[in-house]
């Protein structure tokens, strides 16, 4: 069963900085790779889809890079805000079970001190 | 425009109820799926619509959890005989179309609380 970890579990940085998010899954036989953005209480708002044929995706300040063969993706963050604070999803659909649905990791909770 | 929305936001119940979720997908998606999100946790798949028929249905937990999407828009998640374990986020989203390489957009979920 394909397993997606996230680390850390949770970061706090000062406003600013650049930083990076990991995401690694264990089955790499994947149709493409989500990030999700999730506020507490609310619901999970995409970021950036990399299709398995695609090495990264950028939009504004997100930078997300994936490699396959390694089972790992990374987002960055450039220039941090406190309006970045929320939890980070990164979510696969698999070859393997007719990728009707997504494989989520456990997130990264985000805290971008002013 | 709308997205994807979900009522009621928040749903308290007594173990032992039935209770009903429902979903609005964005106007004109053909697939629709529910996901499960308990705390801590990331969100667990359910099950998958295309069209009005469920295509995929292996992450219902068990038979007291069923999902219709009659009109092949609106769907509505019923779970007989709520335990507390049920208590959780449940989650829809929708996608222009089924396959696997549509993104999926998320509702804002609907808390379910089993006393």
């Known amino acids: 069963k394909q397993e997606v970890t996230q680390i850390p579990a949770a970061l706090s940085v000062p406003e600013g900085e650049n930083l990076v998010l990991n995401c690694s899954f264990t089955?790499?036989?994947?149709?493409?790779l989500q990030w999700f953005r999730q506020d507490p209480g609310k619901g999970l708002t995409s970021l950036l889809l990399i299709q398995s044929s695609q090495r990264e995706q950028t939009s504004g300040r997100l930078n997300a890079s994936l490699d396959k063969s390694s089972g790992r993706s990374t987002l960055y963050i450039a220039a941090s805000q406190p309006g970045d604070s929320a939890t980070y999803l990164c979510?696969?659909?698999?070859?393997?079970?007719?990728?009707?649905?997504?494989?989520f990791g456990t997130g990264t909770r985000l805290t971008v001190i002013p | 425009g709308a997205g994807v929305s979900q009522t009621p936001s928040n749903k308290v119940t007594e173990k032992g109820k039935y209770v009903e979720l429902r979903c609005d997908p964005i106007?004109?998606?053909?697939?629709l799926y529910w996901y499960r999100q308990s705390l801590g946790q990331g969100p667990e798949f359910l099950i998958y619509?295309?069209?009005?028929?469920?295509?995929?249905d292996s992450g219902l937990p068990n038979d007291r959890f069923f999902a219709v999407r009659p009109e092949g828009s609106v769907s509505t998640l019923k779970i007989q005989r709520t335990e507390r374990g049920d208590s959780a986020v449940y989650l829809c989203a929708s996608s222009s179309a089924g396959g696997p390489y549509n993104e999926q957009f998320f509702g804002p979920g609907t808390r379910l609380t089993v006393l």
């Open positions: 089955d790499s036989a994947i149709y493409n």
């Open positions: 106007s004109g998606h053909t697939a």
């Open positions: 619509f295309q069209g009005t028929g469920a295509a995929d």
């Open positions: 979510a696969v659909r698999q070859r393997a079970t007719g990728a009707n649905n997504l494989f």
